[in-house]
């Protein structure tokens, strides 16, 4: 249902192109939007250049340089991982724009370190300095920059192309409206609140926004990626732990746990603690690694405890779509979405074009945040001007309904308010549980799904008290639905690939090569899609 778009805002802005987000998806389109002429606007949750999973970290990089044997290994390695449903042509793509850009950032003045040989090392990323670089670079460029300013609902014109959207101030309650010619979704994935480092505003509201307006997503079954982490923190960097030996309390080994199989932790855990102790580091590596990722070891110091000679308890925290590869559709090179004027990048969109349904921290997610995001930059601003004239007569309107709608006293009379914490608790109990979306199984999956379903029905039954529970309100919605294309994603797949583990289907099914298309509000709908047959995507460019 569209609703009219009131005149009740304190900021009404015009732009060629807005970017939501201000991760490196976010920064690198609105630094390419506004470097091919277009009048950008960057609206960010937090502050642009500190929040979200990127900045909070180190971040490893698929920086490859153009050797054929390189890359080649490069593309094998993930293939299989990733249950063979990455596109290659996607994966020369990445390669080649993450190459260049990484470059450009030397360029900016980056301080990539040398190795051994005195050569440039560009294969990782230091978040701080990498996020106040980009933040410095689209202010360079003319990029209008909302900080503190989530986005609530996207905007459409009477054609059904996305045209905006409006959002909230979080600090001032000050209401925003962007009325744009093109918009990209660069708002990172779905953690779940789980306390994950750097994931406490990555909730999903790209996805929900998209839905909203007629987006599809791609994958979201691939969405149940835990990271390890001591259980006293939020620290989920995990690097350090190919190095840790995993023990029981009475310090005896795990048989089989590992950093890479951590199915195997997930399992213990759910009978007993589990400890670990990264004593495989030799003494030698120890001052680099302190180096590498300064705050993995925070924790630790304040705790009191050396992690290279102290064993410490470890858990697992969700990071959903942030690690895995699911996320909004993108039907062509352009990183464009099923809907007109709509674009994605980051971990936003699916992943699935360059990992199939596996991935990781940092590596692929970091090229892909890139290259979509340069990619999507460009491609916005030639829409844009491809609109002429007409970009001046659009009547727009509002998308955005559940859990955004405060209504009149009356209509609150007939509603329940809506309970937020109780909602994001809920929702949470389905899919935190390693019993429930780790080891995944046909009776779990659709008793969650039942009773997310329910919680969708209550939050349309619902109305928001006050303007200033809507960011909350919008989160826990865009959580719920996340949570519901996720489970009805995994009951379709009926196999085990990728990241995706069902009990009752332990084996990779050659039928099954497929992507999983999905979507729909009040009716979650799911469908497969073949692998492309398509021949090597045309390339929009790899220079910057």
């Keep these: 249902m569209l609703k009219t778009l009131t005149t009740d805002f304190e900021l009404d802005l015009e732009a060629d192109v807005l970017v939501i987000g201000g991760g490196p998806a976010g920064t690198w389109a609105a630094w390419s939007a506004a470097s091919n002429g277009a009048k950008v606007v960057l609206v960010d949750k937090g502050y642009c250049g500190t929040t979200g999973c990127a900045a909070a970290?180190?971040?490893?990089?698929?920086?490859?340089?153009?050797?054929?044997?390189?890359?080649?290994t490069a593309k094998a390695?993930?293939?299989?991982?990733?249950?063979?449903?990455?596109?290659?042509?996607?994966?020369?793509?990445?390669?080649?724009?993450?190459?260049?850009?990484?470059?450009?950032?030397?360029?900016?003045?980056?301080?990539?370190?040398?190795?051994?040989?005195?050569?440039?090392?560009?294969?990782?990323?230091?978040?701080p300095e990498y996020m106040r670089l980009m933040r410095r670079q689209i202010q360079r460029a003319g990029v209008k920059i909302l900080d503190n300013s989530p986005a609530l609902?996207?905007?459409?014109?009477?054609?059904?192309?996305?045209?905006?959207?409006?959002?909230?101030?979080?600090?001032?309650?000050?209401?925003?409206v962007v009325r744009s010619q093109s918009t990209i979704i660069a708002t990172g994935g779905c953690a779940f609140l789980s306390k994950a480092l750097g994931c406490n505003v990555l909730t999903g509201d790209g996805y929900l926004m998209a839905a909203e307006a007629g987006a599809e997503m791609s994958g979201m079954e691939f969405s149940n990626a835990y990271g390890i982490s001591p259980a006293f923190s939020s620290v989920t960097k995990t690097l350090f732990y190919n190095w840790a030996t995993f023990t029981y309390e009475d310090g005896s080994v795990i048989p089989g746990a590992s950093s890479h199989r951590r199915s195997v932790i997930a399992q213990?855990?759910?009978?007993?603690?589990?400890?670990?102790?990264?004593?495989?580091?030799?003494?030698?590596?120890?001052?680099?690694?302190?180096?590498?990722?300064?705050?993995?070891?925070?924790?630790?110091?304040?705790?009191?405890?050396d992690p290279f000679t102290q064993r410490f308890p470890v858990t697992l925290r969700l990071e959903g779509t942030v690690r895995g590869t699911g996320g909004i559709r993108i039907v062509d090179e352009s990183c464009a979405s099923s809907v007109r004027g709509l674009y994605a990048a980051g971990d936003a969109a699916t992943r699935e074009l360059i990992c199939g349904g596996f991935t990781g921290g940092g590596s692929h997610n970091a090229a892909w945040a890139i290259s979509s995001?340069?990619?999507?930059?460009?491609?916005?601003?030639?829409?844009?001007?491809?609109?002429?004239?007409?970009k001046t007569q659009r009547q727009v309107k509002g998308v955005g309904?559940?859990?955004?709608?405060?209504?009149?006293?009356?209509?609150?009379?007939?509603?329940?308010?809506?309970?937020?914490?109780?909602i994001i608790q809920a929702v949470q109990a389905e899919v935190f549980p390693y019993e429930k979306n780790y080891f995944r199984t046909e009776q779990g999956l659709t008793e969650s799904l039942s009773k997310l379903n329910h919680l969708w029905q209550e939050l349309r039954n619902s109305q928001v008290t006050s303007d200033k529970e809507l960011i909350r309100a919008r989160e826990a919605t865009a959580m719920v639905a996340t949570a519901r294309w996720m489970?009805?994603?995994?009951?379709?797949?009926?196999?085990?690939?990728?990241?995706?583990?069902?009990?009752?289907?332990p084996e990779l099914d050659a039928n099954q090569q497929h992507h999983l298309i999905s979507g729909g509000l009040d009716q979650v709908w799911v469908k497969s899609q073949p692998l492309s047959t398509e021949k090597p995507l045309s390339k929009i460019g790899a220079a910057v």
Excluded at 163 to 175: L, M, S, W
Excluded at 270 to 280: C, S
Excluded at 376 to 388: D, N, Q, V
Excluded at 498 to 505: E, F, I, L, P, S
Aim: overall charge negative; charged content about 25%.
């Design 487 to 505: 489970y009805s994603s995994a009951i379709e797949r009926k196999e085990t690939r990728g990241m995706h583990k069902h009990q009752d289907y």
């Design 373 to 390: 995001g340069y990619w999507s930059g460009k491609s916005a601003a030639e829409y844009s001007r491809s609109l002429g004239e007409y």
């Design 77 to 127: 390695s993930r293939e299989s991982l990733g249950g063979f449903l990455s596109d290659r042509n996607w994966m020369d793509r990445v390669l080649d724009q993450t190459y260049a850009n990484v470059n450009q950032l030397a360029e900016w003045g980056y301080p990539f370190p040398t190795d051994d040989e005195g050569k440039p090392y560009r294969r990782s990323l230091q978040g």
């Design 57 to 72: 970290s180190g971040n490893g990089v698929w920086y490859v340089p153009p050797d054929p044997e390189a890359r080649e």
């Design 153 to 176: 609902e996207l905007l459409v014109d009477d054609d059904g192309a996305v045209a905006g959207a409006t959002g909230v101030n979080r600090q001032t309650g000050e209401k925003w």
């Design 268 to 305: 213990t855990l759910l009978q007993q603690p589990v400890y670990a102790i990264i004593d495989k580091a030799a003494e030698s590596m120890r001052p680099s690694m302190r180096l590498a990722q300064p705050n993995f070891f925070l924790p630790f110091d304040r705790a009191g405890i």
């Design 401 to 422: 309904e559940v859990g955004l709608q405060s209504g009149s006293v009356a209509c609150r009379r007939r509603h329940r308010s809506l309970a937020t914490d109780e």
